[in-house]
């Protein structure tokens, strides 16, 4: 199973920008999708963004699109999240995670289409 470390989380003020990289370890990494979900306090978790394996096809949930980027680098095992012009409502614990799906030319954008889960790493943004 692979092993996911999200980091590069903080405190930013509106209109900032951060990005968050996830770590991944074992498994499938190289040829599996990955995707980025959100969780405030009191809400579900929800979808944010996904990529291939190769990095040639993204998605991006409505609320984030034309903010944020996702992108990979498999050499270092890693994914991230570039977000921009960020708001007040992009606050919430940020994860990323394993497609169950290995070359699979999609990615889920449900939180059950995933496997490995990163412990998250929190962004708040200040108004």
């Known amino acids: 199973q692979v092993q996911l470390v999200e980091s590069g989380g903080g405190l930013v003020q509106a209109g900032g920008s951060l990005r968050l990289s996830c770590a991944a370890s074992?498994?499938?990494?190289?040829?599996?999708?990955m995707g980025w979900f959100r969780q405030a306090p009191g809400k579900e978790r929800e979808f944010v963004a996904t990529i291939t394996w190769n990095g040639r096809s993204t998605y991006y949930a409505d609320p984030v699109k034309g903010r944020f980027t996702i992108s990979r680098d498999n050499a270092k095992n890693t994914v991230y999240l570039q977000m921009n012009s960020l708001k007040p409502e992009d606050t919430a614990v940020y994860y990323c995670a394993v497609d169950r799906r290995p070359l699979s030319t999609y990615v889920g954008t449900g939180a059950s289409d995933f496997g490995s889960w990163g412990q998250g790493t929190q962004v708040t943004v200040s108004s």
């Open positions: 074992g498994g499938t990494f190289k040829i599996s999708g």
